[in-house]
């Protein structure tokens, strides 16, 4: 079986730009969750989704938005990019909310 | 918040050697996950461990909710077991868990041949 996997895999952006990142979950899960990680530091929460509703937020400004769609796969939006958003995003996925969660890959951003 | 601490922050062995990290957690949780990420960034899951021990092949984990932590052990390790080794946890929520892991700082593992 597939596992969680994420588009596009590296992305270089300049400063002002927005960008897309797509996750799509292991068949049969529900849930899905996006976290930031920079250099150095554990993964931080960003976003929760589950049966196509928000169901939690970390603390990242609104120039962070996401999305769920009807076949479960994800979208993470990141408006006005600054040089600190530069990290690796990653996506997790879920069979119910709370369960035990599978990262995908990981896209590395760099905003120039 | 919650603040989840993992120690040792690095940690260097020679092929063949046994390790213990440790991971300490502020307050009560439901769940509790360990990763290993490779140099890829890939977390691979490890261990999904509320409490009681688990063993997969070289590796074991025990958690002991009531004093807010867990172990990872490490037997006879390998060069590829090279990385860092995150633990994260789940904190309750209204009506079960959150979903929202709270990851530690990690340890850095170098293992030498």
């Known amino acids: 079986d597939a596992g969680v996997t994420q588009s596009p895999t590296h992305l270089i952006k300049t400063r002002g730009q927005q960008v897309t990142l797509r996750c799509s979950p292991i068949?049969?899960?529900?849930?899905v969750s996006w976290y930031q990680q920079v250099l150095g530091q554990g993964p931080q929460f960003i976003f929760q989704y589950y049966e196509k509703e928000e169901r939690g937020r970390g603390n990242f400004p609104d120039r962070f938005s996401a999305r769920q769609f009807p076949n479960y796969s994800s979208e993470l939006n990141v408006n006005a990019l600054l040089l600190g958003d530069s990290a690796l995003y990653l996506c997790a996925s879920s069979l119910e909310a709370g369960y035990e969660q599978y990262f995908g890959p990981g896209t590395r951003l760099t905003v120039t | 918040g919650i603040q989840v601490e993992q120690s040792p922050p690095d940690l260097i062995l020679q092929e063949g050697a046994n390790s213990t990290l440790r991971c300490n957690f502020s307050?009560?949780?439901?769940?509790l996950q360990w990763f290993h990420q490779n140099p890829w960034g890939q977390l691979i899951n490890l261990f999904y461990i509320p409490s009681g021990t688990k063993q997969n092949g070289r590796l074991s984990a025990t958690t002991v909710a009531t004093e807010r932590y867990s172990l990872l052990y490490i037997s006879s390790s390998q060069t590829t077991d090279s990385g860092v080794y995150f633990c994260?946890?789940?904190?309750?929520?209204?009506?079960?868990?959150?979903?929202?892991?709270?990851f530690g700082q990690g340890t850095t593992l170098q293992v030498k041949p």
């Open positions: 994260a946890v789940d904190l309750p929520g209204g009506s079960g868990n959150t979903g929202k892991l709270i």
């Open positions: 307050d009560s949780v439901n769940n």
């Open positions: 068949s049969g899960h529900k849930s």
